[in-house]
């Protein structure tokens, strides 16, 4: 069976130092790859999405970054954060094949506090 | 570009009563519709999706919504809520060809026993 991955589940970081927050998938190959931010009341927000190795679709622009350095890893960066990158990120996966049906699986998520 | 509106941002029920909850989106064509589900402490997960065919689509504990196509609309029912439907609810749209979905604002739902 598919499962999704992400880490650390917790972070605090101070401001302007770097991040870096990693999402692994087993169980499928070539699945679409997606970076979400959830913050209380704006719900979820797309990031970024990838459908292949070092694709990288960007929805808005930020002071994040994302690679896909293998088929089934999808990292979130930044070189310097900023107060407004704490939030709640979710990664998220659908198979490639299907990704037309928009069912997407999600991580744990990770909680980031930029102090 | 698509968007999604969630009517009630905080919904509270009591134990039995009815539950409906409003999800309108903005897209001329055709597409995907979902409503996904987090419980506290746990992750999102999918509750139901309408891809065609019959507008009323069932999925896990009793919920169900139904495809208005003339008014943009997919509303999430339950005739009879439980304690532990208590949860955070999205709604979203995937227009057909497209790779992203997007979601509503979410509306948190607390049911008192």
């Known amino acids: 069976s598919q499962t999704i991955h992400q880490w650390p589940a917790t972070l605090v970081q101070p401001v302007g130092s770097p991040l870096s927050l990693e999402c692994t998938v087993e169980?499928?190959?070539?699945?679409?790859l997606y970076w979400y931010r959830q913050a209380a009341g704006r719900g979820l927000q797309l990031l970024f999405y990838?459908?292949?190795?070092?694709?990288i679709s960007s929805e808005v622009p930020q002071n994040l970054s994302a690679s896909r350095p293998q088929d089934r890893q999808f990292i979130l960066s930044s070189k310097k954060l900023l107060l407004s990158d704490s939030g709640f990120y979710l990664c998220?996966?659908?198979?490639?094949?299907?990704?037309?049906?928009?069912?997407?699986?999600f991580g744990e998520g990770s909680r980031l506090t930029v102090l | 570009a698509q968007s999604v509106s969630q009517h009630n941002h905080h919904v509270i029920l009591s134990e039995a009563a009815s539950l409906e909850l409003g999800c309108n989106y903005s897209?001329?064509?055709?597409?995907?519709l979902f409503w996904y589900v987090q419980y506290p402490g746990q992750h999102l997960q999918l509750l139901l999706k309408?891809?065609?065919?019959?507008?009323l689509v069932k999925g896990i504990k009793g919920f169900e919504a139904e495809f208005i196509k003339s008014k943009f609309s997919f509303n999430l029912r339950k005739p009879s809520v439980q304690w532990s439907d208590t949860a955070e609810y999205f709604c979203?749209?995937?227009?057909?060809?497209?790779?992203?979905?997007?979601f509503g604002k979410g509306t948190m739902l607390l049911v008192s026993p």
């Open positions: 990838s459908v292949g190795i070092g694709q």
């Open positions: 897209y001329g064509g055709t597409v995907n």
């Open positions: 998220a996966w659908t198979s490639g094949v299907y990704s037309n049906t928009g069912e997407l699986f």
């Open positions: 169980g499928t190959s070539n699945p679409n």
């Open positions: 979203a749209v995937m227009p057909r060809g497209y790779s992203t979905l997007t």
């Open positions: 309408y891809f065609s065919g019959d507008p």
